[in-house]
């Protein structure tokens, strides 16, 4: 009779494995600031000072060939009734540590916005908050990106070759829906080329932007 051999194999069940992630520590103080929508003095997208604007709109019988720049002054010509183009703001602030002594910069592009905060899956996430003045009296609201308007978003540099990935929210209620339009480039966003963002409240968006068109100073 032959011989019966038994083949044992052990087969450990595999389980997924995560790195270990890191704790990750952002110190952010809340400030009341005098923020100004348009420190230029200027209505960007007309190439016209806000004083120039309102100053033709008097000078002329007709207002349409000034109607785009009018509502500029509308929201950014002081006087006596009118508040003007700075409004008292509170802004989040970055810090080294939680002596909040030593500030962190962060790029002008990001107007009133706060700090970027970052983090990969499996990091924990650590805020400590310091509230150093908060206004109270809500003031007059208009749309804005990153806190400047008609044209004063400052930094906005890219050269032909880069890749650049836009990331794009809305805030507001039901009556703030917007699209950012980006001349001259096309976006790929959720897979579809576009030159068009669509932008809904609490809505966030990544876009694709690789840069085909050579600019300014590259």
């Not at 508040?83 to 962060?106: A, C, H, L, N």
């Amino acid at each position: 009779m032959g011989s019966v051999w038994w083949l044992l194999l052990c087969i450990p069940v595999l389980s997924p494995a995560f790195a270990g992630g890191v704790i990750r520590v952002y110190y952010l103080g809340i400030h009341e600031v005098n923020w100004n929508y348009a420190p230029t003095g200027r209505n960007v997208l007309a190439n016209q000072s806000i004083a120039q604007t309102l100053l033709c709109i008097m000078m002329t019988h007709s207002a349409y060939p000034f109607e785009f720049n009018s509502q500029a002054s509308a929201f950014l010509q002081s006087g006596k009734d009118r508040v003007g183009s700075t409004y008292k703001k509170s802004v989040y602030k970055q810090y080294t540590d939680s002596t909040y002594t030593t500030e962190i910069p962060k790029t002008r592009l990001l107007g009133f916005l706060g700090p970027v905060i970052r983090a990969e899956v499996g990091d924990t996430l650590k805020n400590e908050l310091l509230e150093l003045g908060s206004p109270k009296e809500k003031e007059e609201e208009s749309s804005a990106i990153n806190g400047y308007v008609f044209g004063n978003l400052p930094d906005v540099k890219m050269c032909a070759g880069d890749s650049v990935s836009w990331y794009l929210f809305g805030m507001g209620n039901e009556i703030d829906i917007h699209t950012a339009y980006f001349h001259g480039e096309t976006l790929k966003i959720r897979g579809h080329r576009t030159d068009v963002a669509s932008l809904f409240p609490a809505t966030f968006v990544t876009a694709y932007d690789p840069q085909e068109t050579l600019g300014d100073g590259c």
